[in-house]
């Protein structure tokens, strides 16, 4: 809308100019070399907006036949470009398909079309690895690396390829110069980090992990942390107990559910005298994550107190989370220690019809601190022996006795507090045929279907279909079958499970009986 009023503003002022000059006649006269001209104003104003055009297309004429090489130069550059464009897509798409030749016949063009690319090296460096060709990869990312606008992608790929040849010290040193250029860089700041640790430089992976906090999510970060800082105070334990402290209680602040950060805290805490504030972090700790550290912590959160006054402290810390084995077996142990026998018993109660093995090897103890009784003591051990196991800190198939900040395969807060080998004989849902749902009121004594060749999964179905119309059974069968996690789809050429292909050929019928036809051609030569 605007643009139309600016327009019709724009032929209004153009015709009143029009009109004014047509209002106001005049004559132009020109005197030039002894030749004189007079003609009216208005012939004069379009004689010279002629003149004005007529330069006008003369100079871009002239310019044009002036630019004409360039604008040819600039075409077949756009259209070398373009090809050089066209083999880099269709190299990168035979990548993806795992297509070699096609990949290096795409970068062997695309380095001839456009050989300064960065796409053209990336391609190259691509089909390269794909052959296999570790060498020619790595010559093609180090070429990236000394472009301003490729620099990470070659630091990346020659990172990549130092760890596959197994160079730690070369990928230690590209990670370096990497997150020189971008700090924030993730897989730097944790190549870094990875380093440190490896080293037990914790110090140094802390200062790692601080450079990257903008490519890490808020708890992401705050757990990373809270491992270090922990990882640091243990290192510190022996040495600088004030400064493990402070390394301890910071971690605990930052991921209150980290049980080594949690029990350091509560013994450092304990050994200065703030019982109370050991207390507190401990029984948050508990409620969060039962666990034994802590239940160890906190037992001994006031030195010199009596066994029975721990045995208090226990049965408090167990009320708090009640109905866990961690806090039976606490108070347990506080018990045996105050010989409080019918207690310890009283605890582990509930876990004595199918004992862990921490719970019958206390039973063992209790029986031997109680009665003596040899005989006993080898029943509970024989039974710890052959009971199932109980949580333990472990970290790629690894089992460690305690805590430790980085797993065998050089992960960051890689232990867990399980069982182990805990995913090992999982049962996976079978694939099978579940049988034609049947109303209840179906009559049980149906013809059997014609006989056909049927899938193995689906003849127990059949067999216990049968059974139960024998025994007179009046409900459906309540056969319970998982869903097929591999979805059953027929070939074209396959009959399938339902087809009646193994069964016998049944003859086609003819349209006449055999013996109406017969009489026919005997009636034809009568």
């Known amino acids: 809308m605007i643009r139309v009023i600016v327009f019709l503003v724009s032929v209004a002022i153009l015709a009143a100019g029009f009109v004014w000059f047509a209002d106001r006649p005049g004559d132009v006269a020109v005197t030039w070399m002894g030749y004189r001209i007079e003609t009216s104003l208005m012939v004069a104003a379009l004689a010279l907006a002629a003149l004005i055009v007529a330069v006008m297309l003369l100079w871009s004429i002239v310019r044009g036949i002036w630019r004409s090489p360039h604008q040819v130069s600039l075409f077949f550059r756009h259209r070398r470009a373009m090809k050089g464009y066209l083999a880099i897509t269709h190299g990168l798409i ?11 016949k795409s970068a062997a063009e695309a380095a001839r079309l456009s050989p300064g690319d960065p796409l053209t090296l990336l391609l190259s460096a691509q089909s390269a690895q794909l052959a296999g060709d570790r060498g020619a990869a790595e010559q093609a990312f ?7 606008d490729s620099k990470l992608l070659g630091l990346r790929g020659l990172y990549i390829e130092a760890q596959r040849r197994g160079d730690a010290h070369a990928a230690r040193l590209v990670a370096v110069e990497a997150a020189k250029v971008a700090p924030a860089l993730a897989w730097a700041g944790q190549a870094l980090i990875d380093d440190h640790c490896a080293a037990a430089d914790w110090a140094g992976a802390l200062a790692a992990l601080k450079h990257m906090k903008s490519a890490l999510d808020k708890a992401d970060y705050r757990r990373k942390r809270a491992v270090l800082l922990t990882a640091r105070a243990q290192a510190l334990e022996n040495i600088d107990r004030d400064a493990a402290r402070d390394a301890a209680l910071e971690a605990v602040k930052l991921a209150p559910d980290l049980v080594p950060a949690a029990a350091l805290a509560g013994r450092r805490l304990a050994e200065a005298g703030d019982a109370r504030k050991a ?50 077996l606490a108070v347990a142990r506080a018990a045996l220690d105050a010989r409080e026998f019918g207690v310890a018993r009283e605890s582990l109660a509930p876990y004595l019809s199918a004992p862990t093995g921490r719970v019958a090897t206390l039973m063992a103890q209790i029986e031997d601190a109680e009665h003596g009784d ?103 069968i309540n056969t319970k079958f998982a869903e097929a996690v591999i979805p059953l789809v027929h070939a074209p050429d396959d009959p399938g499970p339902d087809s009646t292909a193994d069964a016998e050929p049944v003859p086609e019928t003819s349209a006449l009986p055999v013996s109406d036809t017969w009489q026919r051609l005997r009636q034809l030569f009568r």
Do not use: C
Request: aromatic share 6%; no cysteine.
């Open 94 to 104: 035979a990548i993806g398909a795992g297509d070699l030749r096609v990949a290096r």
């Open 374 to 476: 040899t005989g006993r003591v080898r029943e509970w051990l024989g039974r710890a022996m052959r009971a199932s196991g109980d949580p333990v800190w472990t970290a790629d198939g690894v089992v460690s006795d305690r805590w430790l900040p980085v797993s065998p395969n050089g992960r960051l807060d890689g232990y867990e507090w399980k069982l182990p080998l805990a995913e090992i004989g999982v049962r996976r849902p079978a694939i099978e045929f579940a049988p034609p749902a049947q109303p209840a009121d179906a009559s049980l004594t149906a013809p059997e279907p014609p006989l056909t060749a049927e899938p193995v999964a689906e003849r127990p179905a059949r067999k216990s279909a049968k059974l139960a119309a024998k025994s007179g059974a009046k409900a459906a």
């Open 142 to 148: 180090r070429a990236m690396s000394r472009r301003d």
């Open 279 to 328: 207390g507190k972090i401990l029984m948050a700790a508990w409620k969060i994550n039962p666990h034994p550290d802590i239940a160890e912590a906190y037992a001994n959160l006031r030195f010199g107190d009596s066994a029975r006054a721990r045995l208090t402290r226990m049965r408090s810390l167990a009320e708090k989370v009640p109905g866990q084995l961690e806090g039976a």
